[in-house]
């Protein structure tokens, strides 16, 4: 039963890693700056959930596996946040998205 | 009556604090205490909106709504490694117009954060009235018009 669930742990590990290897590869190959954005978004979004659950399981019920949860919780929290406030800052200096089909129909943002 | 708040809010975070820290020496816990002071006179100086009445609903709420997100992010992660490992022309950026008129702050934070943590779609700018998001893809930008995701936030803050 143990060696199962390691087992378990050590494949949900190494399929983490397989996300923020292409977050990674995702970051060098997407063409502009804002698809270089959802290609490193790979890294903090299922990547890092994967890599964790897969501790928490080795882990066990202990006290490390909700130590575990909490930095997932939070990375879910400020990553998404840290993400939006660099978007963000692109796009009111004025950094155009490259190849864009339908443009923001709002006057106030220079997109 | 805020010094009530204020104790509330430094018990829990003591209790947090000695959860983690797991050392109880009389120095370590005076730190633990004057750290959690800090930390809640910082969260009162950000004025973080007050939602009251709300609060205890959400502790249930949100984390439903975090379980289907989980599903999401599983789908929307494979279609983008694939993006990234496949051809440059699968990609068609497009902006979108997300209307969230009818949300409030914690809703518009919650959606936008969700659109950011799906990859494939990227929360670039937030106002009063709408989320604008940049999508890796056409289908992707067809998926987030289609709503779901708004829906399913306005049901864990209907207001």
């Known amino acids: 039963m143990n060696e199962i669930l390691d087992l378990i742990a050590g494949l949900l590990v190494v399929a983490g890693s397989v996300f923020v290897l292409a977050g990674g590869i995702g970051a060098l190959r997407m063409p502009d ?10 890294t903090d979004s299922l990547g890092p959930v994967l890599v964790l659950g897969g501790l928490m399981i080795y882990a066990g019920l202990s006290l490390i596996a909700v130590k575990l949860a909490a930095v997932m919780l939070f990375l879910l929290v400020t990553s998404p ?9 692109a796009l009111l200096s004025g950094l155009r998205p490259e190849g864009v089909e339908k443009t923001s129909t709002d006057p106030e943002t220079p997109a | 009556m805020p010094l009530m708040r204020y104790l509330l809010a430094i018990i829990a975070l003591f209790a ?33 909106p007050d939602q009251q009445e709300h609060r205890f609903a959400l502790l249930y709420r949100v984390p439903r709504y975090w ?22 022309s699968a990609l ?17 934070t919650l959606l936008g954060n969700s659109i950011t943590l799906t990859p494939g779609t990227l929360t ?36």
Not at chain 2, 31 to 43: Q, R
Not at chain 2, 68 to 80: F, S
Not at chain 2, 136 to 148: C, K, Q, S, V
Request: net charge positive.
């Open chain 2, 92 to 108: 068609s950026p497009t902006i979108v117009d997300i209307d969230a008129a009818a949300s409030s702050k914690f809703a518009l």
């Open chain 1, 81 to 89: 946040t840290a993400t939006y406030a660099l978007a963000n800052a």
């Open chain 2, 124 to 159: 670039i700018n937030i106002d009063d009235t709408r989320i604008t998001t940049h999508c890796l893809t056409r289908a992707a930008a067809e998926d987030l018009r289609g709503g779901a995701m708004s829906r399913r936030v306005a049901a864990v803050d209907p207001d």
């Open chain 2, 16 to 48: 947090v604090w000695l959860l983690w820290g797991g050392l109880y020496k009389t120095p370590v816990l005076q730190l633990g205490i004057a750290s959690c002071a800090l930390v809640a006179w910082l969260t009162h100086r950000m004025a973080l």
């Open chain 2, 67 to 88: 379980l289907w997100l989980l599903w999401e992010m599983v789908v929307t992660n494979i279609q983008v490694l694939r993006l990234v490992l496949g051809p440059k």
């Open chain 1, 33 to 42: 700056f804002y698809t270089r954005i959802h290609g490193a978004s790979l």
